[in-house]
């Protein structure tokens, strides 16, 4: 298994505002994953995060409104950027460990006001 | 399109009692199914991974199956106790890995004492 840490756990921001979001695994791994999880929604996936490449969005969200960052093979970044109340959500990283199992950490809860 | 769904949406047992969960997919050529469990707020815990070339998995009072066929898993719980209560949701793969996972909207379970 693989562990998770995602800072903050949440947050209330201005709009306008962007947001960093950061993803801690306790191992190295080669893809990380970024979901978001409107209000009463279940997840979708934002994008995918290589090390030493640029990530690979899914339909629907842009670099420019969500930039990540993989330094490294063991943390990433997802920056919300030019906030709107329509923003909040939660958004959740993930990993694949190896073993073909989907680890996720805890989240961050994201108001937008 | 590959799409998933859970029914039912919100579920109210008693406690002791033996449930089940349902979650269906489009499209018989994925590559795993995954059941995590979701407390409010939070992230996601995950609770059995099923390869496609499995039938069932097994831990402790959960037992989820997967008839790929038909395009359905169902989720077991057996003796359900109040600590139970929590969203669970239905992950699917298409692809190799666990990326790109699909997820239903969930069942919210309540368990009452």
């Known amino acids: 298994s693989a562990v998770i840490s995602q800072k903050p756990s949440r947050d209330i921001c201005q709009r306008g505002t962007s947001l960093t979001i950061q993803c801690q695994v306790d191992s190295q791994v080669t893809m990380m994953f970024w979901y978001r999880q409107q209000p009463g929604q279940s997840l979708t996936l934002i994008a995918t995060a290589n090390q030493g490449s640029e990530a690979t969005y899914e339909s629907g969200f842009v670099i420019d409104k969500f930039p990540i960052s993989r330094p490294n093979l063991t943390f990433s970044t997802l920056t919300v950027s030019n906030m709107s109340p329509e923003d909040s959500s939660i958004y959740l990283c993930?990993?694949?460990?190896?073993?073909?199992?989907?680890?996720f950490g805890q989240g961050t809860r994201l108001t937008v006001v | 399109k590959q799409e998933v769904t859970q029914i039912p949406a919100a579920l109210s047992v008693p406690e002791g009692e033996n449930l089940v969960l349902n979650c269906s997919f489009t499209?018989?050529?994925?590559?795993?199914l995954q059941w995590f469990r979701q407390d409010p707020g939070k992230g996601l815990t995950s609770l059995l991974l099923i390869q496609s070339s499995q039938r069932e998995q097994t831990s402790g009072r959960l037992n989820a199956s997967l008839d790929k066929s038909s395009g359905r898993s169902t989720l077991y719980i057996a003796a359900s106790q109040p600590g139970d209560s929590a969203t669970y949701l239905c992950a699917v793969s298409w692809g190799g890995g666990s990326e790109k996972l699909v997820f239903g909207k969930g069942t919210k379970l309540t368990v009452n004492p």
């Open positions: 499209d018989s050529a994925i590559y795993n």
């Open positions: 993930s990993v694949d460990s190896g073993s073909r199992e989907a680890f």
